[in-house]
């Protein structure tokens, strides 16, 4: 391990399902630029983390960190969308000053350790991001709601207040499209020259000239293009998550019972591997012929046998799209006088696919 790094340069604050994995897939392919091995390494919003201290999470960092990221001359980073929930995502169990958290908690904890950091925000369509939110949330077994009755029920003000006040995955599809609400956090505790505000529909339609923005933002080599960009990350490919609570969950592909999962399993067996490469076409196609019809009737059955997943994949009504737009109206207005940029969704026609 190398020593002699102790901040970070920059973070990306998020928002969530705004096009930060794939962000995160460009800038570390930079030779300047160090990233963690993994997305989403969240320390300011963990009250558990936050307590230990900043050198430890540090620590972690570089230490597990290759060799060449490890580099302290390098621009350090993160990309960390917990940070742009409105609050603190997971507050210590019981912690007295809880109710007193806000859209300030997290930017104060960043000033106070990190006064010259620069921050960006990626900003996706509020109502887009909603739609991706719950999807996700239902594909992975947390959502039974149709998103037209989840929306119902979190515009309402007593909803939307506590999902304002106690930032929860289950109940963030219309809080954490607040950008307005929440970015008004940041830019009351930092300058604005160390807020760059970029908006997801750019990353798509120009992400060469979307990137060169940031990395000079972020101060290193603008016109340097990673060999992966224009390739989009964790598009719509979330896999339903694995649960005893769940019984609906146990043959799906996540589960260590269903056949994927003991396919995977076997997969990482060396020994396993080496018997199964050793054997001719022959004996090898006789056994997966029968693996796959059992595939293939599991399938089958998960889809016979979760009628709330297909509630929750019910598409969504006119009626609570526009429901949604009207609810964001005054927040993008917010945004965009904060900013000083208009919302591209706010255009007409912008951000409005599906």
Do not use: C
Request: aromatic share 8%; net charge neutral; no cysteine.
């Amino acid at each position: 391990m190398q020593a002699g790094k102790e901040i970070l340069d920059f973070i990306v604050i998020g928002a969530q399902k705004a096009g930060t994995t794939s962000l995160f897939q460009y800038l570390r392919q930079h030779p300047e630029i160090a990233l963690p091995e993994g997305k989403e390494v969240p320390y300011f919003s963990h009250d558990s983390l936050y307590e230990r201290g900043f050198s430890a999470y540090m620590g972690r960092l570089v230490e597990n960190a290759n060799r060449e990221a490890a580099d302290p001359a390098r621009r350090w980073g993160t990309v960390t969308p917990q940070y742009m929930v409105g609050g603190v995502y997971q507050p210590a169990a019981g912690a007295p000053e809880r109710d007193g958290y806000g859209v300030r908690t997290v930017p104060e904890r960043i000033r106070e350790t990190l006064p010259d950091v620069r921050l960006v925000a990626i900003l996706r369509d509020p109502v887009q991001r909603a739609l991706s939110h719950h999807r996700m949330s239902a594909t992975i077994g947390r959502e039974r709601r149709s998103f037209d009755e989840a929306i119902d029920q979190m515009l309402g003000a007593e909803a939307l207040q506590d999902a304002r006040i106690h930032p929860q995955e289950s109940t963030g599809y219309v809080a954490w499209g607040e950008y307005g609400r929440i970015l008004a956090g940041y830019y009351e505790v930092f300058p604005s020259e160390q807020i760059l505000v970029v908006f997801t529909e750019e990353l798509e339609r120009e992400p060469a000239q979307l990137l060169s923005r940031i990395q000079a933002f972020i101060g290193v080599d603008p016109d340097f293009q990673a060999p992966n960009l224009g390739e989009r990350y964790l598009v719509g490919r979330v896999e339903r998550g694995f649960s005893w609570g769940s019984p609906s969950s146990w043959m799906s592909p996540s589960s260590p019972l269903s056949p994927q999962g003991m396919q995977r399993a076997l997969r990482r067996s060396s020994s396993v591997r080496s018997v199964w490469h050793a054997l001719p076409e022959g004996p090898q196609q006789l056994m997966r012929g029968p693996y796959e019809r059992v595939v293939r009737r599991v399938e089958v059955r998960n889809r016979r046998s979760a009628p709330a997943e297909v509630k929750a994949n019910v598409q969504p009504s006119a009626a609570t799209l526009e429901r949604l737009r009207e609810h964001y109206a005054q927040d993008a207005e917010r945004l965009a006088s904060l900013t000083g940029l208009a919302p591209v969704w706010q255009s007409p026609g912008g951000g409005r696919g599906s």
